[in-house]
T-cell receptor, first 113, second 119 residues
Framework: KNQVEQSPQSLIILEGKNCTLQ??????????LRWYKQDTGRGPVSLTI?????NTKSNGRYTATLDADTKQSSLHITASQLSDSASYIC????????????FGTGTRLLVSP | GAVVSQHPSRVICKSGTSVKIECRSL??????MFWYRQFPKQSLMLMAT?????????EQGVEKDKFLINHASLTLSTLTVTSAHPEDSSFYIC???????????????FGPGTRLTVT
């Protein structure tokens, strides 16, 4: 069964600190992997998208990595800000005719002052 | 990037009434639209998929007679929750997918969500 697992489930860090969120997946065949940020009461917003051949991609203070061999991805947040408090969702797209999205359960990040 | 809007952003309705939620792709034609439901502290759960001009495909366990989906044009899909009950209270998110610029299927873009509260 295609699954996406994220860890930790929740995380509290101090403002200014860095953190890394993990995503392991079993989705096959693989098309791409996206990290989304979802603020409370809002829809998901894409942070990064990575295909099979990409190892690292950055978007400002967000850096995503992908190891397609071990089927692992991480999202590193540098110099966290209070506005980074949100849920971060890892989503893998199947490389099938329907291109279904498989969602992780998310990591809830709280950045405290 | 592509923009998807939803209306309303919040709605409160009484038990037994129906409520309609609109989803629009603002700057691209969405060949496929998706409706998700999200309960507190949980991830998005796909409810149904609709292609323009055809009947929606519902996920297992989702009542098609309760959640009516209409995808009448390439830029508009509606979800109608009929005879709403308090357990239908949730966050509903739509997503739209257009054609890939070169081949195959494009990416999905998410709307901002609609908070439904049934009293």
């Amino acid at each position: 069964k295609n699954q996406v697992e994220q860890s930790p489930q929740s995380l509290i860090i101090l403002e200014g600190k860095n953190c890394t969120l993990q995503c392991n997946y079993t989705v096959s065949p693989f098309s791409n992997l996206r990290w989304y940020k979802q603020d409370t009461g809002r829809g998901p917003v894409s942070l990064t998208i990575m295909t099979f051949s990409e190892n690292t991609k950055s978007n400002g203070r967000y850096t995503a990595t992908l190891d397609a061999d071990t089927k692992q991805s991480s999202l590193h947040i540098t110099a966290s800000q209070l506005s980074d408090s949100a849920s971060y969702i890892c989503v893998v797209r199947e490389n099938t005719g329907f291109q279904k999205l498989v969602f992780g359960t998310g990591t809830r990040l709280l950045v405290s002052p | 990037g592509a923009v998807v809007s939803q209306h309303p952003s919040r709605v409160i309705c009484k038990s037994g009434t129906s409520v309609k939620i609109e989803c629009r792709s603002l700057d691209f034609q969405a060949t496929t639209m998706f409706w998700y439901r999200q309960f507190p502290k949980q991830s998005l759960m796909l409810m149904a998929t609709s292609n323009e001009g055809s009947k929606a495909t519902y996920e297992q366990g989702v009542e098609k007679d309760k959640f009516l989906i209409n995808h009448a044009s390439l830029t508009l899909s509606t979800l109608t929750v009929t005879s709403a009950h308090p357990e239908d209270s949730s966050f509903y998110i739509c997503s739209a997918r257009g054609p890939h610029p070169y081949r195959g299927l494009g990416e999905q873009y998410f709307g901002p969500g609609t908070r439904l509260t049934v009293t």
